[in-house]
């Protein structure tokens, strides 16, 4: 009962902090950041743009559309987590998404970056996470790599290499639809892994679980994970 208490305390502490952050997005972040986008007038040099394909669409369907891709490659890892990992563990990811999204709040708004893409600030809602130019710090890459931490480590590492590979998509798919530079993911994996490893006190097992299972990478055996997944699901 009190490990279900503590974990109630730390979403609500969550929460709290999701609605500073949408208060200083709308009020500071997008009143304050260039809105014209850095994609017209280059004014930022970023590599994943250089070199990565443009995957913005140019249909509004398809682009809400892929949004709720992005959003789904990047939450999955945070529903799995919730609902393996036993009541300690589930408090201790929401207290380091606390801590995390907290970091990303004060990155964004010490240094406001210009927005990629041309981008109107909507105030038709007061609850966000993300705005035009909250681009310090990707919340996408955090969420999906903390929870994908958590999974290798407390519940299974046998697929570390396709964990690997979703953070990876993740990635590619913020890069590609312009919604970060490419710093922004960098410093996210630093910060991240960094959390993690005051949270665990073993950086050097975390690392070794990391690189032992990408040597070892078996595809069956990643195959019939996902078909016993999908036979689960129907």
């Known amino acids: 009962m009190e490990l279900k208490v503590g974990f109630i305390i730390a979403c609500l502490i969550l ?3 999701f609605i500073i952050n949408s208060y200083l997005s709308i ?12 994609s017209n007038v280059k ?7 250089e070199y990565l394909p443009d995957l913005q669409l140019k249909t509004k369907t ?3 559309i892929f949004t709720y891709i992005r959003h789904f490659v990047a939450g999955l890892p945070i529903v799995i987590a919730l609902y393996s990992l036993s009541w300690g563990n589930k408090t201790n990811l929401i207290i380091d998404l606390v801590i995390l999204y907290t970091i990303r ?6 240094t406001v970056l210009p927005s990629i893409r041309p981008c109107e600030k909507d105030d038709s809602t007061k609850m966000r996470i993300g705005g035009c130019c909250d681009l310090m710090f990707s919340g996408h890459t955090l969420s999906c790599l903390i929870a994908s931490l958590y999974i ?3 519940v299974n590492d046998n697929y570390t290499t396709l964990l690997l590979l979703f953070n990876l998509t993740n990635q590619f798919l913020i890069l590609s639809s312009r919604r970060h530079y490419t710093d922004d993911v960098f410093l996210a994996w630093f910060v991240v892994l960094t ?4 949270r665990t006190n073993e950086p050097r097992k975390v690392m070794t679980l990391f690189f032992n299972q990408i ?17 689960r699901i129907f």
């Open 15 to 17: 929460g709290i902090v």
């Open 195 to 198: 959390i993690f490893f005051l």
């Open 152 to 154: 290798i480590y407390y």
């Open 62 to 64: 398809y682009d809400e």
């Open 105 to 110: 709040m004060i990155a964004n708004n010490l």
């Open 27 to 38: 009020y500071h972040i997008d009143a304050v950041g260039f809105k014209k986008g850095n």
């Open 43 to 49: 004014c930022v040099y970023d590599v994943g743009h």
């Open 215 to 231: 040597i070892n990478f078996n595809p069956e055996k990643i195959m019939t994970f996902l078909f016993k997944q999908v036979k």
